[in-house]
């Protein structure tokens, strides 16, 4: 007799095939910035799970791990490991649904179409055009993973808090214990539970009391991790350093928040969007979209009041607001890290909190919308309008890795000698992370090259074609970008180089001989997409 499959089976199945259909253009892109080191190390059997202690420090074995597993398997071939990050995305989309399902029968167990509203969420989250950074980025799986045990962490308290079996709260505990040896974001792990279990219009007979007991068992895992963590990278804040972490001016928070919202909900928007969002005031079409705003709301309040009675109300508007606050508390860790609105730049910090931003949007327009064909299409249009941006920004991803490897090729193809110097270097494409850190790393561990490497200036570049020219006299070297756009960002200061001019486009300097490497480096710079020989270029 042939076992009969939970429908939920075919679910999960639907959304690692979506996963792979969606992410499919950069399964075999190659390795990016970060990529180079940490896995680089782990090749060469460096199994630090401690690294950047000198601007603050981070502690993740788990990460580490997967990326020792990966390496058993794959070696140095990317495919493999692209593979285990769309995995991750769309198991994590799965347990989405699961907790999309579980929070709606605890908060609107009278409303019909939760399975509905918990599966397009999940489809929301999967196809969401903010993830590619935490999941093309290789190095960006550490939020994949976390993701994955606060969610299931989360699964299991609700179990716990419907039929409280002690294993249940075990394995609740055991999670966030990995999810926090994932990435430190999971920090925020109890106080969603907290959340969940006050905010419930139906505690299940758990009392104030018992909340705040199981409450304590996970700060005290918490406080333990942070102990554990302090000891071995020297520092409490750690990360990217108290300057960042600890930044809560109020200027700074709000400008964060809107960041988040908005990039939660949205793609990258266009660049040309730059001078409205920065002068709004300026602009009519900003009050254009006031007006629409408030139009749009009146309309709201107006629906729900003819389609709904007021207890009804009520409950609904306790889920949105719960739903509202585990976004924010999800997006406490990290909401004084910047992340662009216009690049793909830290939206990987957003990874968990999409989750609950997704539920949100998808309950909300439920509410809204009773008919169910009507629904559909709306459910069809906002996931083709994902797909699209999805398709966009991964195919900037893709020219980033393609970069990454000319670039290889090239300093492997010319440069022999044990001493470069490199007087531009791609930190970035239009936000996605080229060589912002790696390239010595890229050549050490992946090719076998124990050159000594040395980076003037990294540039953040809009296009992968862009050139700069070069203007020698006498001994002082001028390098400006064509575009006004691309910007010199990150100037090195050497003994063996002296900078004498810098501005956004532009770095003058002069190469000297210095103490600690004797004799005249191989010159090279990167224009057009290529390492060039400085002294074999041709003009643009």
């Known amino acids: 007799m042939r076992p009969v499959r939970s429908p939920q089976f075919y679910l999960l199945g639907l959304f690692l095939l979506a996963a792979f259909v969606a992410f499919s253009i950069n399964i075999n ?79 609107a167990p009278a409303s019909s179409g939760g399975t509905g509203v918990a599966i397009a969420a999940a489809a929301l989250f999967l196809l969401h055009p903010s993830h590619t950074e935490a999941v093309v980025w290789i190095s960006g799986r550490a939020d994949l993973i976390a993701t994955f045990f606060v969610l299931a962490s989360l699964l299991a308290y609700l179990a716990y808090a419907n039929n409280a079996r002690t294993w249940r709260l075990i394995a609740s505990l055991g999670c966030f214990a990995l999810a926090l040896l ?12 907290l959340v969940v279990s006050a905010a419930s219009p139906d505690r299940r007979g758990q009392a104030i009391g018992q909340i705040l007991k199981t409450f304590a068992l996970f700060l005290s895992i918490l406080v333990g991790f942070i102990i554990i963590r302090a000891l071995v990278i020297g520092s409490i804040i750690g990360g990217y350093g108290t300057a960042q972490h600890l930044n809560f001016s109020p200027g700074w928070i709000r400008d964060r928040l809107l960041e988040a919202s908005v990039r939660s909900v949205l793609p990258p ?36 009041r003819r389609l709904y009675d007021t207890p009804a109300r009520k409950l609904q508007n306790r889920f949105l607001l719960t739903l509202a606050v ?33 539920l949100l949007i998808a309950y909300f327009c439920s509410l809204l919308i009773r008919n169910r064909r009507v629904a559909l299409l709306l459910l069809i249009g906002a996931l083709s309008f994902y797909s699209w941006s999805l398709y966009r920004t991964n195919m900037i991803w893709r020219e980033a890795a393609k970069l990454s ?112 490497h004797p004799g005249h480096p191989r010159i090279f710079y990167w224009s057009d997409g290529r390492i060039n020989n400085l002294f074999q270029r041709n003009p643009p």
């Not at 994932?182 to 106080?191: H, Q």
């Not at 660049?271 to 709004?280: A, D, Q, V």
């Not at 585990?326 to 910047?338: A, H, N």
């Open 29 to 107: 892109s190659y390795f990016l910035s970060d990529d180079f080191v940490q896995i680089g190390k782990v090749l060469h059997r460096d199994f630090s799970v401690s690294w950047g202690q000198e601007h603050g420090g981070f502690f993740r074995p788990l990460f580490i791990l997967s990326y020792v597993i990966d390496s058993r398997v794959w070696g140095a071939r990317p495919f493999g490991y692209h593979v285990t990050n769309v995995i991750s995305h769309g198991l994590n989309a799965f347990l989405v649904f699961k907790l999309a399902s579980k929070l709606l029968q605890r908060f």
């Open 182 to 193: 994932a990435k430190e974001s999971a920090i925020c792990l109890p106080f969603l539970i």
């Open 269 to 304: 928007l266009p660049i040309t969007w730059l001078s409205f969002l920065f002068k709004p005031l300026q602009s009519p079409i900003f009050y254009l979209i006031v007006v629409v705003a408030i139009a749009t709301m009146a309309t709201v309040a107006l629906a729900r």
């Open 326 to 358: 585990l976004f924010l508390v999800s997006l406490l860790p990290v909401i004084s890290l910047r992340l662009s609105l216009y690049e793909t730049l830290g939206e990987r910090f957003l990874y968990l909190p999409t989750a609950f931003a997704c």
């Open 405 to 516: 490897t000319n670039i290889i090729a090239d300093l492997i193809g010319s440069a022999s000698e044990d001493r470069i110097l490199i007087l531009n270097a791609p930190d970035n494409l239009r936000g996605v992370p080229v060589f912002h850190n790696g390239l010595p790393e890229a050549l050490k561990y992946f090719e076998n090259r124990n050159q000594q490497i040395e980076i003037v200036a990294y540039e953040s570049l809009q296009s992968a074609n862009d050139w700069i020219s070069l203007n020698e006299s006498g001994d002082v070297l001028t390098m400006r970008s064509n575009s006004t756009t691309d910007v010199f960002d990150r100037v090195s200061a050497s003994e063996c180089w002296e900078v004498l001019s810098q501005s956004a486009n532009s770095v003058g300097l002069r190469v000297r001989p210095c103490a600690s």
